[in-house]
Structures are given as structure tokens and as C-alpha cells.
């Protein structure tokens, strides 16, 4: 039986500007910074969640020539390369607020949803980050009547 | 060569993450172009290059899709609603949503009185999935 996700991954265009920002802004910590030699195989985790690894993929040679590398680069530079993280937190605009102060640019400013107050952010190369505070008590699918009654 | 498609399309990105964001404002291809930092003669052109459609274009559907939600989830006006999501002609606004999805916002809306439930979805799923086809 599969008992748990352990390891995830993204591709980065830069590990050091990956680590500024997932460490430095994002506030991760790193699980793993090992030089392979071909490779730096480099993970982050939250500081609250030491068992979950984010692992930051520089693409390149061996696993990618130096073509594919290229095309990877290009499609996370415009936002197509399909990885992204979504984060829980307890605090979505303190949140954003913090991290704008920290120059962060984000792509949609916290709303509320019926899933909770979520907000959306891009990593420095283009991949997709939201964080996502749950509401209290059970997650409700509004009908519409209640909507309308809100709107 | 590979690394001006890379910078090229992180530029595009930024100025598509500008309409998605502030699609409600008045944006021009001069306002864009200087989110991308380059010049507004070449801005349209890099555009679609990058995501095939001009940013005229991905604006309108950007707003469409928006007031399809609200046709969609809520009473108001379908006059309240065209100025709301960035049209400031009415015409312009029914005759777009028209051609975009294929029936008029009032038809649109009655198609899904009672059933709104049924597209709702996260907000980052509804920008990119609900958004109309080109």
C-alpha cells in the first residue's frame, strides 16, 4: 500500500535564486543539499512538515540534452511547464502582506472562496504558488440561491 | 538564442499575469508593454509568439470568463456586470461575450439559473479551464 507522498518536484532555472526564494521569502527550510557530482540534488521541506521534500531540478544534461533543457526552460519561463505547489496556511493575508514586504509580486491578491482565502503568487521563474487558508469548520459548495443571497 | 525565447517568454508571462490580475482596469498595449519593459511596436507581436493569440484578444477572454462567473452566481445587472470586468460600452461588451461564447450574457445566464453549482470550482481551475476558448 502507498502510505504517503514524500517527494515532489519542480524545475527551477537557478538553484541559489530558487533557494532565495523558498527559503528566504517563502520561509522552507532545506531538507538536502547534496553535490552528486553530475548534479545538485537539492530539496526544501516546511519547517512543520519535515517529511514532505520539495525537490528544486535544475534541467539539464544528464537527464535532459541540452535541447530538451532549453525547451524546459522556455515553457516554465511562461508559465506551461505544469509543476506548482499550493501551500495551507493559517494566515492568508498576514501572509501576503508579509511577503510583499518582502517584494514578492503576487498574481491575485487573497479572495474569499467557499474553499477558504487564497491567494496566488509566481516562484521567480514562472511556476505557479498559492497558499490557501481552509475556512473554519467543513468546506460547504454553496447553491446558487446562497450566493446570490451574498452577492 | 535559446535564452532570448526564455527572457521573451518570462516578459509575456509577466504582462499575462498583469491582465489576469487587473483585467478589470483600463490596460492598453502601452500600459503592457512597459510591464514587459519593451517597446509597444514589438509588444503585440512577442505576445503571440509566445501564447498564439494577441494580448487584445486574451484580455477580452480573460473578461468574459469573469463575467460569465458572475452571470453565472449572481443577480446583478448585466450592465453592472460589463463595467465591472473592464468594458466600458455595453455594446462592445454583448457583442464580444457573443462571439466568445457563442449566445448572448442574458441567454448565458439563463441556461444556468439553477444550476451555477455546477462550475463551481477553485478560482485558479474557473481562470484557466472555464476560460473560453480562442
Redesign the interface.
Known amino acids: 500500500m502507498l502510505k504517503k507522498i514524500s517527494h515532489t518536484f519542480i524545475h527551477v532555472?537557478d538553484q541559489d535564486e530558487a533557494l532565495d526564494f523558498y527559503v528566504g521569502k517563502l520561509g522552507m527550510v532545506v531538507h538536502t543539499d547534496a553535490d552528486l557530482g553530475v548534479m545538485r540534488f537539492l530539496t526544501v521541506n516546511l519547517p512543520d512538515q519535515p517529511d514532505v521534500e520539495l525537490v528544486l531540478m535544475l534541467p539539464g544534461p544528464p537527464a535532459y540534452d541540452d535541447a530538451t533543457a532549453?525547451e524546459i526552460?522556455?515553457?516554465v519561463?511562461?508559465?506551461a511547464a505544469g509543476g506548482g505547489v499550493i501551500f495551507e496556511t493559517d494566515d492568508c493575508r498576514g501572509t501576503y502582506e508579509r511577503l510583499r514586504g518582502a517584494g514578492v509580486e503576487?498574481?491575485?491578491?487573497p479572495?474569499e472562496?467557499?474553499?477558504g482565502t487564497?491567494c496566488?503568487l509566481?516562484d521567480p521563474?514562472?511556476n505557479?504558488i498559492?497558499f490557501t487558508q481552509p475556512p473554519e469548520g467543513p468546506i460547504v459548495?454553496?447553491?446558487?440561491e446562497e450566493?446570490?443571497a451574498q452577492? | 538564442m535559446s535564452r532570448t525565447i526564455e527572457d521573451r517568454n518570462h516578459r509575456m508571462l509577466r504582462t499575462r499575469d498583469t491582465m489576469d490580475r487587473a483585467f478589470a482596469q483600463p490596460l492598453d498595449v502601452p500600459a503592457l508593454a512597459r510591464v514587459a519593459h519593451i517597446s509597444p511596436a514589438h509588444f503585440s507581436r512577442q505576445f503571440r509568439a509566445t501564447f498564439g493569440e494577441t494580448p487584445h484578444r486574451y484580455l477580452q477572454r480573460r473578461r468574459v470568463e469573469r463575467a460569465m462567473e458572475l452571470l453565472r452566481e449572481t443577480g446583478r445587472p448585466v450592465t453592472e456586470i460589463c463595467f465591472d470586468v473592464g468594458f466600458n460600452s455595453l455594446g462592445t461588451f454583448t457583442r464580444t461575450f457573443r462571439e466568445i461564447v457563442g449566445e448572448p450574457p442574458s441567454a448565458y445566464r439563463r441556461r444556468f439559473a439553477g444550476d451555477g453549482a455546477a462550475l463551481r470550482v477553485p478560482a485558479c481551475w474557473a481562470m484557466a479551464w472555464l476560460r473560453p476558448a480562442g
Not at chain 1, 459548495?141 to 446558487?144: G, L, M, N, T
Open positions: 532555472l532549453t526552460r522556455e515553457l519561463a511562461k508559465g503576487f498574481t491575485q491578491e479572495t472562496r467557499f474553499y487564497d496566488a509566481r521563474f514562472g505557479p498559492r459548495v454553496p447553491s446558487a450566493l446570490q452577492a
